[in-house]
């Protein structure tokens, strides 16, 4: 889905915008696409180096650079003028939610805690 929302911005994102607006528009654009709900999910390496390389296919393309010119994916980053931060916004939205979830007594914050069973257990008693 990300590929997606880049290539209907892809004409924007590929001409003669300056390297700063095109970097701001992917933020906008594109990783409100991919970041939408990860803070739930649980990842599988696989499913993380399936994010890396979504964020590396997006840095080169808005380079203009081909697989074939035998850049590496440390090189990219720095061509662009970013670093590969991703997974770190994924983990920060996830401390977030976490601590968004701990704070309201809920049956969510319940279940994370571990507590159902005692609590079941004490009804039980009673």
């Not at 911005?9 to 939408?36: A, C, D, P």
Request: overall charge positive.
């Amino acid at each position: 889905m990300a590929k997606e929302a880049f290539n209907k911005r892809g004409e924007l994102l590929r001409g003669t915008l300056s390297k700063e607006l095109k970097k701001r528009m992917v933020k906008v654009s594109v990783w409100s696409v991919v970041l939408y709900a990860l803070e739930t999910r649980t990842f599988r390496n696989n499913d993380v180096k399936r994010l890396e390389a979504c964020e590396m296919w997006i840095w080169r393309k808005i380079e203009n650079i081909s697989w074939s010119d035998h850049i590496t994916n440390e090189q990219v980053p720095m061509m662009v003028g970013e670093q590969r931060t991703l997974m770190d916004t994924i983990r920060e939205r996830r401390r977030n939610w976490i601590d968004h979830i701990l704070r309201k007594n809920s049956l969510l914050r319940t279940v994370l805690e571990g507590k159902l069973k005692e609590e079941k257990e004490d009804e039980n008693r009673g």
